[in-house]
């Protein structure tokens, strides 16, 4: 009651002196309705972006919010760790029969079943891993990084429902922890895990090249070589997003694919493997010009996913920034950097989708950090917030600060005004550089700004510290999946942005989008073969018969633009249609009738293996159900 007293009179103080107050310095004091009324009157009585007095207001109203981030992040940071390496085979405490180096995805087995490796989310904790290794001086880890390896060795050559090593399978999403395929029906193919395992080891095979340099060649570069080939043949195709549930072309995955590309070459020149270099080159400029199309100047976002029936406002967007953060690239809009004008505009308009949209965010002012989730639509376990999603947020704030203290300017154009404008009113379009009080304000309030999304996430984190896949939009208690590996994985690299952290170069400086001499991005059609698809159905006179199916070529699943057979006889249907060549194929098909009416062939899926480059081939198969 005293401090409540205190913080009041303390806060009619400055709102009589006309000093503006950000309400989220106040998170620390808990939910106190006055104090946020109190500071939203002052903060909105007199802008803070260009008065003297506010750092030292904020050194005064933050003593306990940092107090309480330090706490937080102390244990957390502990607890996370541990919990990464009690998911990992095969020793982790929670990942009982997992192979050695093989990243369980959650210990729960019902209600959802997460206990198996998913070559994304793999991907992502073992880059964290790398990075904890060669930058933090944890050997300890190194036998882990070496098994996982020898892991992915052996994962890349299951032959599995989206191919096998030669024809796409390196796009499967996930597997048994035994390293045995998984051939239940699924989101597939999945084409971000081939660039991010890739990512991954180049870090990891860059450090060895003077000291190992024949583990690098004969064991590393087999796998990043395989990866870097199905990231070049297939990056501009459609495959299902990191979600797992639309299938179409993805912000996060082309981001991840052009930075694998680039690494690609620049590892593969580096230990004289040059053969492909051409074709990485090509590839990554054609995926450069190809990833700025997914901007929407009308709005101010990156539209995530080009399918869908959603808005496009996704953590898809910010999980690209912080995983393609490169700190020589600046602010970079191109390359979408943390810091870009761009990348902060998406970014307000994620973290707003979400403000409406959870109770536990209810009545929290535009300046304050709310928890978020995957995508405002989201209905997966009652659409929550994910801790992951929320420490990217804090990710991305954080990056951003380190870029503008590296390079000692700021610049706030029109696409960021609205970025700059929710945490100081009375922001402006501009430069400025390290000796302004503007670049001072600017920095420190983005940096609380990041701390708060931090301590959102502390408050719901049980006392136990252990962080599950969300926790619920109204309550906050844990749901779904626990102990997320990637969830402890996103606290780390979250705690380390916080730190100043400065991540590798990958080769995003100075880069500029190139397209054809028509002026347009160039196309990857990748080698193409042939299918006619025919089949043996009996149809009423007022229905017509269509296929759709797991490739671009097929609509991708799509009923509506699904592709019309012609009739060949009373009971026989066909279509000849041009296909990515010695790929696994899914597919089924469909009878519409003249008013409208969707009939699906019964499970299970159709599957075909598509001739290699140039060939053709028949397949015929009878209607199911």
């Known amino acids: 009651m005293l401090e409540r007293k205190a913080s009041t009179i303390m806060l009619?103080?400055?709102?009589?002196l006309g000093i503006g107050i950000s309400v989220s310095y106040f998170q620390g004091f808990g939910d106190q309705p006055l104090l946020q009324t109190a500071a939203i009157h002052a903060h909105t009585a007199r802008?803070?972006?260009?008065?003297?007095?506010?750092?030292?207001?904020?050194?005064?109203?933050?003593?306990r919010q940092q107090s309480d981030m330090d706490k937080y992040i102390a244990t957390e940071?502990?607890?996370?760790?541990?919990?990464?390496?009690t998911n990992i085979g095969p020793d982790g405490k929670k990942a009982s029969g997992a192979h050695a180096g093989v990243v369980v995805a959650s210990p729960s087995t019902s209600d959802p079943?997460?206990?198996?490796?998913?070559?994304?989310?793999?991907?992502?904790?073992?880059?964290?891993?790398?990075?904890?290794?060669?930058?933090n001086g944890e050997t300890s880890l190194k036998s882990h990084i070496d098994d996982y390896v020898a892991a992915q060795q052996i994962l890349q050559r299951v032959s599995n429902p989206s191919g096998n090593y030669q024809n796409g399978g390196l796009g499967e999403p996930k597997f048994h922890v035994n390293l045995t395929a998984f051939t239940d029906p699924w989101?597939?193919?999945?084409?971000?895990?081939?660039?991010l395992r890739a990512t991954t080891l180049i870090a990891y095979g860059k450090s060895l090249i003077k000291s190992d340099r024949s583990y690098v060649k004969q064991t590393i570069w087999p796998v990043v070589k395989a990866d870097l080939r199905y990231v070049a043949d297939y990056w501009n195709k459609t495959g299902f997003d990191l979600w797992e549930e639309v299938s179409s072309r993805s912000f996060f995955t082309t981001a991840v694919q052009h930075r694998a590309l680039r690494e690609g070459s620049a590892f593969a020149s580096a230990i004289g493997e040059t053969a492909d270099l051409q074709q990485y080159n090509e590839q990554a400029d054609n995926a450069l010009c190809f990833l700025q199309s997914y901007w929407n100047p009308d709005q101010g976002y990156m539209t995530s996913n080009t399918g869908g029936s959603r808005s496009g406002i996704d953590a898809n967007s910010v999980l690209a920034s912080i995983h393609t953060f490169d700190p020589p690239a600046g602010c970079d809009s191109i390359t979408f950097q943390p810091c870009s004008d761009k990348a902060l505009s998406s970014l307000k308009?994620?973290?707003?989708?979400?403000?409406?949209v959870y109770p536990i965010n209810s009545g929290i002012p535009e300046n304050v950090a709310v928890a978020t989730g995957r995508y405002k639509e989201d209905v997966y376990y009652g659409g929550n917030p994910w801790y992951l999603t929320t420490f990217a947020v804090t990710e991305q704030l954080y990056n951003s600060v380190i870029v503008w203290k590296r390079q000692k300017y700021l610049e706030i154009t029109p696409i960021s005004l609205s970025f700059f404008k929710q945490l100081m009113p009375d922001a402006k379009i501009g430069r400025y550089d390290a000796s302004t009080d503007v670049f001072t304000t600017v920095l420190s309030a983005v940096t609380h700004f990041a701390d708060s999304f931090i301590l959102v996430n502390a408050k719901y984190t049980p006392t136990d510290g252990s962080l599950a896949e969300q926790y619920n939009r109204?309550?906050?208690?844990?749901?779904?999946?626990?102990?997320?590996?990637w969830s402890y994985a996103s606290a780390i690299t979250a705690f380390k942005a916080r730190d100043g952290f400065v991540p590798a170069s990958w080769g995003a400086a100075g880069l500029k989008v190139r397209t054809g001499s028509d002026g347009q991005c160039v196309a990857n059609p990748g080698p193409t073969s042939w299918v006619d698809f025919r089949i043996k159905v009996d149809v009423n006179a007022n229905e017509h018969v269509f296929l759709a199916g797991s490739v671009e070529e097929l609509m991708s699943w799509n009923a509506d633009e699904a592709v019309a057979l012609s009739r060949d006889d009373a009971s026989t249907w066909s279509v000849n249609v041009k296909v990515p060549a010695d790929t696994m194929i899914q597919y089924k098909y469909i009878r519409k009738d003249s008013a409208g009416k969707v009939t699906w062939e019964a499970d299970p899926n159709h599957q075909t293996l598509s001739p290699v480059e140039g060939e053709s081939t028949v397949v015929t198969d009878n209607w199911q159900g």
């Open 12 to 16: 009619a103080i400055f709102a009589i």
């Open 47 to 63: 802008s803070v972006i260009f008065n003297a007095p506010y750092n030292l207001v904020q050194r005064v109203v933050g003593i």
């Open 77 to 85: 940071r502990a607890i996370a760790r541990a919990g990464v390496l």
């Open 113 to 135: 079943d997460y206990f198996y490796t998913w070559t994304r989310d793999s991907a992502l904790v073992f880059k964290m891993l790398v990075d904890e290794y060669l930058y």
């Open 187 to 195: 989101g597939r193919p999945q084409r971000d895990g081939p660039a």
């Open 349 to 356: 308009v994620y973290v707003d989708s979400f403000r409406s």
């Open 474 to 485: 109204t309550t906050g208690l844990p749901e779904s999946a626990k102990d997320l590996t």
